[in-house]
């Protein structure tokens, strides 16, 4: 099956970071562990170091590694699951919310040992 990517970025609401990070490290990644076809889940925080004159909306990314070939049906059962009890939601998540699907285009590459 295809691997592809769902990459999610986020923010805490202010004043609820502690909040925030628990739940989603403890209650989120979890719950979308459980959604068929979601295969490894991973979070990031957005490094000190950036490239020059960037803009950087989100402090927050997970990545989400999706074993399938049926995107379609991994978006239905989030949605399905949404605010359910299979996926609880959490008020210290801010509104804004950006996520993508990413399906490859090439293999991996890595650079061969010299």
């Known amino acids: 099956m295809p691997k592809h990517l769902f990459v999610v970025f986020t923010n805490a609401v202010d ?3 502690s909040e925030f990070n628990q739940w989603y490290s403890d209650t989120h990644l979890p719950d979308l562990l459980n959604v ?3 295969g490894a889940a991973q979070r990031f925080s957005l490094s ?4 020059p004159d960037t803009l950087q909306p989100f402090k927050y ?3 989400y590694e999706l074993e399938t070939d049926n995107i379609q ?3 239905d059962e989030l ?3 949404l605010g359910s009890p299979d996926l609880v939601m959490s008020d210290a998540l801010a509104p804004k919310v950006d996520a993508y699907f990413y399906a490859p285009i090439t293999t991996r590459r ?3 040992p010299s």
């Open 15 to 17: 004043g609820l970071e």
């Open 36 to 38: 068929p076809g979601v």
């Open 48 to 51: 000190h170091t950036q490239m």
């Open 61 to 63: 990314m997970a990545i």
């Open 73 to 75: 049906g991994v978006v």
């Open 79 to 81: 949605n399905a699951r």
């Open 110 to 112: 890595t650079l061969a």
